[in-house]
């Protein structure tokens, strides 16, 4: 009794930190679907963006640094690397709604259009990283994050890793909810959210809104899969995990912030719990479970609004 106890907790732990991962990604399919009402397959491609400018700029200053002989210990840090990062994935996010949403819209309603565009451009941004750096796996430095373990108590650990990850979530999110609720934009959201057309009608940028979205978006993603690549790997498919991101979206109600959140960390505690009691091999059969069960009796999820259609 007392070692399944142990393994119980230890599984809450390992859930509560990758759904903390999963919860700023799906964070970034809610917040465009609020918006547009379409799921924005692509935000899987902003992660890898993310993980390969915070691989590449890790390693470039790595080289810069050795050819010079000499050591700058900041320069190498996560943090710069990082915010390389978050930049470049959110400038990717809004490129790619100018260029190929936008256009869509223009002259469009049917959103339809707008996820099959954006499954095509999730798969060229997928392709454009096989063609420029190769498919092969990359593993970002071990020292970015100091591998140290904590004993919680009952044979119950932490590593840096779930705590970092757990950390960034909670300071990521909560400074969205501070943009949404304290500043003239965030509340121009909370507005398009209820109506767009309207919004518009009473003076809002939309174009402009659309794309602070966009980047808030793929700042998002970058974070997930700047984590996702130091827990895992780095590669080009990486993006794919996204897909139990969008699970999770759904489960908690697309559109509805803290409906990610929520849906996120039901779907880390039951992918390790699975892991931890039943079988690792079972996790995405759980997973994919959930989601059907959950579309049967409660499609709208946890806090989404009950639409027609909603997927």
Known sequence: MEVQLSTFFQQVVNGLSLGSVYALIAVGYSLVYSILSFSNFAHGGFL????????????GFDASI????????????????????????????VLTERLAYRPIRERTS???????????????????????????????????????????????????????????AVLFLAGLQLFLTRTRWGLAIRAAACDLRTAGLMGVN???????????????????????SIR????????????????AAVIGGLGSLPG?????????LAEMLTAGFISSQMR??????LLVFMLLFKPAGFFGKQISDKI
């Open 206 to 228: 939309t174009a402009r809104l659309i794309a602070i979205v966009f980047f808030v978006a793929g700042l998002l993603a970058a974070v997930g899969g700047i984590f996702l």
């Open 232 to 247: 895992y790997t780095l590669f080009p498919q990486l993006g794919g995990i996204t897909i139990k991101a969008f699970v």
């Open 110 to 168: 049917v959103t339809l259009y707008l996820l099959i565009a954006s499954m095509g451009i999730s798969i060229a941004i997928e392709n454009i990283f096989v063609i420029l750096v190769g498919g092969r796996f990359r593993a970002l430095p071990q020292d970015i994050i100091p591998s140290v373990t904590f004993n919680l108590g009952h044979n119950v650990t932490a590593s840096t890793l779930d705590i970092v990850s757990l950390a960034a």
């Open 48 to 59: 890898v963006v993310g993980g390969y400018i915070c691989y590449g700029v890790i390693v």
């Open 66 to 93: 050795s050819s010079f002989q000499f050591s700058v210990p900041a320069i190498r840090s996560i943090w710069v690397a990082g915010g390389f990062a978050l930049v470049g994935a959110g400038l990717v996010a």
């Open 284 to 289: 995405d059969l759980v997973v994919y479970s």
């Open 260 to 268: 990610a959140v929520v849906g996120s960390l039901v779907l880390g």
